[in-house]
């Protein structure tokens, strides 16, 4: 008997503690708890953003995010979550206060429905031999068909012999010319532009470009490239819901499709026929296009828009948009 309570206390110190049980439910809501930026330079503009869903039926509030270290500032993007909304908790790496190897616990805590807290870690390497000013590349806002560029400066200080081979990125859309522009006494300067090219597809651009470098104790260090190519065309609401329709009834929404220049609406393409649209032959900046759904069986509807323009292939954007046929009285 006695060894059977000695297994019976052993196998509930394994356990979970009620406390870390309870906490599991709040845990499950993020897509990653934990980040390492590496090695990255002085000055630079590093940020990580922790996601998280809401996945319950009950709104979740996120009161506050502690830091355990200076180093490393939280941003609460969005504290109210309704069901199967996305919000994030923004990590701002400190690197023009600190250097070295730098480690923080933020702390997110939700007081609805049910108090709990979440501990996301960071961690990273600052340098302090290169500087980049300003710390990160900000295109800003960029027209569709348009073309912008920023200028970077890239600073070293150590060794008269240290290089940067290389400036690779992944996005089609960018272009990096590297220039040096000063060497000796043990530093060694450079100045880096960053274009985005016209053509660029319509949306956020949040890259990193990679500097390859002759270091052997740190090969490459990353450089944020951050901005936003605007479309030519846009449309709201995105996504258009029509509202619940009896069976056999129809509901009619509009859609404001708006341009920086006068456009026609050639055409809109929709792979269900139950949406018809009403368009006009006018050339203007701003159209509304009426949305008629014709209900038949009881269920949700589901569709994607494409509206075409004069303006070229760039200029058809889409949009989703569907209802709900309600069942049939008894």
């Not at 090969?219 to 258009?240: I, Y």
């Amino acid at each position: 008997m006695r060894i059977v309570i000695l297994a019976a206390i052993a196998l509930l110190a394994c356990l979970p503690s009620p406390a870390v049980r309870a906490q599991e439910w709040a845990r499950k809501m993020f897509q990653a708890t934990e980040h390492d930026f590496g090695t990255v330079a002085r000055g630079a503009k590093t940020e990580f953003r922790f996601e998280l869903t809401n996945i319950y039926k009950e709104d979740i509030h996120v009161a506050q995010v502690r830091s355990s270290c200076g180093c490393t500032t939280p941003q609460i993007t969005r504290p109210t979550l309704k069901t199967f909304e996305k919000g994030e908790i923004v990590a701002v790496y400190n690197t023009t206060s600190f250097l070295g190897s730098r480690n923080a616990v933020l702390t997110v805590v939700i007081d609805q429905p049910f108090p709990a807290e979440v501990q996301l870690k960071v961690a990273g390497y600052i340098r302090s031999d290169i500087v980049l000013s300003p710390g990160s590349v900000e295109l800003g806002t960029v027209g569709h068909g348009e073309s912008s560029e920023k200028r970077i400066g890239i600073e070293y200080a150590g060794r008269n012999d240290w290089k940067i081979l290389d400036v690779r990125t992944t996005h089609d859309y960018l272009e990096v010319e590297l220039a040096e522009k000063g060497r000796g006494g043990g530093r060694v300067s450079y100045e880096m532009l960053v274009r985005v090219r016209a053509g660029a597809p319509a949306g956020y651009i949040d890259e990193q470009l990679t500097v390859v470098t002759n270091d052997s104790r740190m090969t490459r260090f990353p450089v944020d490239v951050r901005g936003k190519v605007e479309a030519a065309v846009n449309v709201s609401p995105s996504p258009l819901f029509l509202g619940v329709v009896a069976p056999g009834e129809a509901a009619t929404k509009p859609l404001v499709v708006r341009g920086k220049k006068p456009f026609k609406i050639t055409g809109v393409k929709c792979d269900d026929p139950r949406f018809t649209f009403d368009v006009g032959e006018e050339s203007k900046t701003l159209h509304l296009v009426p949305v008629t759904f014709q209900s038949d069986e009881p269920g949700k509807a589901a569709a994607k828009i494409t509206i075409e323009t004069d303006l070229g292939t760039g200029a058809a954007p889409q949009v989703s948009v569907s209802a709900q046929v309600a069942p049939p009285k008894e």
